[in-house]
C-alpha cells in the first residue's frame, strides 16, 4: 500500500545534541511538509519542499533544518533540540502545490521527540 | 497566528448519538479540510470542502461551510466507539500554496 513512514516513532535525544527525523513516501508525491505538533495543539508547518524548492515558514527557528535528496526521502535535522522542541513531529504529503489545487495531505504516523 | 478556532474543545458522548464541531477560521480560503487523529498517532484526512461548496457528505459525515460568517461544521451521524478520536479543522488560504492552517482541534470521546 502506498503510503507516508516515519522513522523512529520515538526519539529520545539529550539537550544540545543533534537529532534526525526521517521520512519516506511511496506515493511519489511532489510536495513534501513537516509539521510539528505540541501536546493538545494544532499541527504547526515548519516548513516543505515542492519538488527540490524549500520553502521555510516565517517563524520556524533556525535550529530546525530540512533536507530531501529524492522525491522518496526527508529528513528533519534539529542542530541543537532544547526543551521546548520535545514534541510530535508530522510528515505529510501532497500531489502538488498549485494555486488551484484542492487537495489533501497524507501525513505518516508522526515521530515523538522527547529531549531530556 | 492560529487560522482556525474550533469548539467545543472537548465533547463527551454516548454511542449513537450525534456530535457537531465547529470551526471559525480569518481570512479568505481556498477549501477547508477536516482531519482525524487518534491519540499519538498521524492525521487522516475525511473531506474537503471547497469555497463554493456550501455542503458535502461523506457516508456518516456531513460538512456544512459558510464563508459569510467563516465558519464550517462537521457533523458525525450515530457515532460509534471508534470515532473516539480528535478533529481537526484546517484551512488552504486562497492565493496559497495548498498550505494548510490547522485549528487547535475537538476532542471527542464516545461512550459505549
Known amino acids: 500500500d502506498a503510503m507516508v513512514i516515519q522513522n523512529p516513532r520515538y526519539q529520545v535525544t539529550q539537550f544540545g545534541k543533534p537529532v534526525t527525523l526521517s521520512c519516506s513516501q511511496t506515493?511519489?508525491?511532489?510536495?513534501m511538509y513537516w509539521y510539528q505538533q505540541k501536546s493538545s495543539q494544532a499541527p504547526k508547518l515548519l516548513f516543505h519542499y515542492y519538488d527540490k524548492d524549500f520553502n521555510n515558514e516565517a517563524d520556524t527557528p533556525d535550529n530546525f533544518q530540512s533536507r530531501r535528496p529524492n522525491t522518496s526521502f526527508c529528513f528533519l535535522d534539529i542542530r541543537s533540540p532544547g526543551l521546548g522542541d520535545a514534541a510530535m513531529y508530522l510528515c505529510a504529503t501532497s500531489r502538488e502545490a498549485g494555486l488551484a489545487s484542492h487537495l489533501e495531505q497524507y501525513f505518516g504516523p508522526g515521530t515523538r521527540l522527547t529531549v531530556t | 497566528s492560529q487560522q482556525g478556532e474550533e469548539d467545543p474543545q472537548a465533547l463527551s458522548i454516548q454511542e449513537g448519538e450525534n456530535a457537531t464541531m465547529n470551526c471559525s477560521y480569518k481570512t479568505s480560503i481556498n477549501n477547508l479540510q477536516w482531519y482525524r487523529q487518534n491519540s499519538g498517532r498521524g492525521l487522516v484526512h475525511l473531506i474537503l470542502i471547497r469555497s463554493n461548496e456550501r455542503e458535502k457528505h461523506s457516508g456518516r459525515l456531513r460538512v456544512t461551510l459558510d464563508t459569510s460568517k467563516k465558519s464550517s461544521s462537521l457533523l458525525i451521524t450515530a457515532s460509534r466507539a471508534a470515532d473516539t478520536a480528535s478533529y481537526f479543522c484546517?484551512?488552504?488560504?486562497?492565493?496559497?500554496?495548498?498550505?494548510?492552517?490547522f485549528g487547535a482541534g475537538t476532542r471527542l470521546a464516545v461512550h459505549p
Open positions: 484546517a484551512t488552504a488560504q486562497r492565493g496559497g500554496y495548498n498550505k494548510l492552517i
Open positions: 506515493l511519489n508525491h511532489n510536495v
